[in-house]
């Protein structure tokens, strides 16, 4: 009589198994559990790409800080306006700037009519332009140097090794600055390295190139 009891118990107890089983699977339990280890691996693995998210953050964070610009810092002379009724200095330079071998154009009535010189013939920036030739006319009421740094400062644009505007020097392309008088071209002899400090000169032809490297 034990023997039969104990049998019956374990055929009640398999067939109760059974039916735990059957009803877990109609329920979709074992799905979510799957489901569930999926999303676990998931979240510590890279992306797609081959790249962590740490990885793309920090890469964020570098191109945010790449396109900071030296207009955000502009040199005191860029907020200085001019009176004319006596001037120490009025030359001119000739400003031609190529982005990937295609001219820029120089706006023309850049540092006239702005928020800080209200553009009267006795308010102007000490760099200013009339027209969209590139033609710079540099103007101070005491004597001294200025830089071409001052003009993009007053023009509102990014301006110096790294880069112009919003391009910047990276692993495909470079910043290249030539200066030479308005009968000559520009050439290796004539290539300068200054870039916003470069001190203007009265006469010059300053060519500013962002351009592929070389092979």
């Known amino acids: 009589m034990n023997r039969e009891t104990a049998f019956w118990s374990t055929v009640t107890a398999l067939a109760l198994a059974a039916l735990l089983i059957l009803y877990a699977q109609d329920s979709g339990l074992f799905e979510r559990e799957a489901n569930e280890t999926d999303s676990t691996d998931g ?11 740490e990885g ?10 790449s396109q900071s610009s030296t207009a955000d810092s502009p040199d005191p002379l860029a907020l200085e306006c001019l009176d004319h009724s006596g ?3 009025h030359d001119h330079v000739s400003l031609k700037i190529f982005i990937d071998g295609n001219p820029y154009t120089v ?11 209200n ?51 990276n692993a495909t392309h470079e910043m290249v600055m030539h200066v030479h008088p ?17 001190l203007l000169q009265n006469g010059e032809v300053i060519e500013v190139h962002y351009r592929a490297k070389a092979n």
């Open 56 to 65: 793309n953050d920090t890469q964020e964070a570098n191109s945010t800080e």
């Open 107 to 117: 706006e023309s009535a850049i540092g006239i009519q702005t928020d800080i010189c």
């Open 43 to 53: 979240d510590t693995s890279p992306d797609t790409s081959g790249n962590s998210t």
């Open 119 to 169: 553009g009267n013939e006795n308010n102007m920036h000490t760099v200013h332009t009339h027209d969209d030739t590139g033609r710079l006319h540099v103007e101070l009421n005491e004597p001294g140097n200025i830089s071409l740094g001052v003009f993009f400062d007053i023009w509102g644009h990014h301006f110096n090794e790294t880069g112009i505007f919003d391009y910047r020097v």
């Open 87 to 89: 001037l120490a200095r």
């Open 182 to 198: 308005s009968n000559e071209n520009a050439s290796e002899e004539n290539r300068v390295t200054s870039f916003d400090d470069y």
